[in-house]
C-alpha cells in the first residue's frame, strides 16, 4: 500500500513537470525571467483559446492585469517563441507557439476575421515530399489560406457561386 502511494505521487509529479505550464516557467528562468502573476494568467488565457486578439486578452484579463502588462508579456512571449502573431488581413490573433500547443495552419475569413485551425496529414505529407524534393530541411512552416468562411459566403453578402 505504501508503495502504490509514492508511485502515484511519483506519478502526479511526472506530470506536473511535463505539464505545458511548468515548460514555461523553466523556459522563462533558464532565459533570466520570473513568471509573474500577469505572465501566469496570460499564458493560461492563451491556453483556452485557438487564437485570440489583444482586445480579447484585456477584456478577458481586466481588472486582474493592466492592459500595459498584458503588452509587456505578450511581447516577451513572442521574442522567446512562446507565442506567435497570426496575420489577419493588417491585424493580427495571437496563439501559443508549436512549443505548446499543437502545430497547425490557419483557414482566414478576410470578411469576419474567424481563424479556424487546420492540421491536415496530408498537408504536411505534401510540404514533406516538397523539401525532399528539393533537398530541403526545413526549420518550420505555416501555411495560411485566406478567403471567405461558409457563414460570410452564405449571408446576405455572400458570394453566389
Known amino acids: 500500500m505504501v508503495i502504490f502511494a ?17 515548460s514555461f516557467a523553466e523556459l522563462l528562468r533558464a532565459r ?16 483556452r483559446h485557438e487564437s485570440v486578439t489583444m482586445q480579447q486578452l484585456w477584456k478577458k484579463l481586466s481588472p486582474s492585469i493592466d492592459r500595459a502588462s498584458i503588452y509587456r508579456a505578450i511581447g516577451l512571449f513572442v521574442e522567446l517563441g512562446v507565442a506567435k502573431r497570426v496575420n489577419v488581413g493588417w491585424k493580427y490573433k495571437l ?7 499543437e502545430h497547425h495552419h490557419h483557414l482566414t475569413c478576410n470578411r469576419c476575421g474567424r481563424v479556424v485551425a487546420m492540421n491536415e ?9 516538397v523539401s525532399d524534393k528539393h533537398g530541403f530541411r526545413p526549420a518550420s512552416h505555416q501555411v495560411e489560406i485566406v ?14 457561386g
Open 6 to 22: 509514492k508511485v502515484s505521487q511519483f506519478m502526479l509529479f511526472l506530470r506536473y513537470m511535463d505539464s505545458p505550464t511548468t
Open 32 to 47: 533570466g525571467h520570473s513568471l509573474t502573476t500577469a505572465r501566469r494568467l496570460v499564458f493560461r488565457e492563451l491556453q
Open 95 to 101: 496563439e501559443l507557439s508549436g512549443q505548446f500547443a
Open 121 to 129: 496529414s496530408v498537408l504536411e505529407e505534401f510540404i514533406q515530399y
Open 147 to 160: 478567403g471567405v468562411c461558409d457563414v460570410c459566403s452564405s449571408g446576405p453578402t455572400g458570394f453566389e
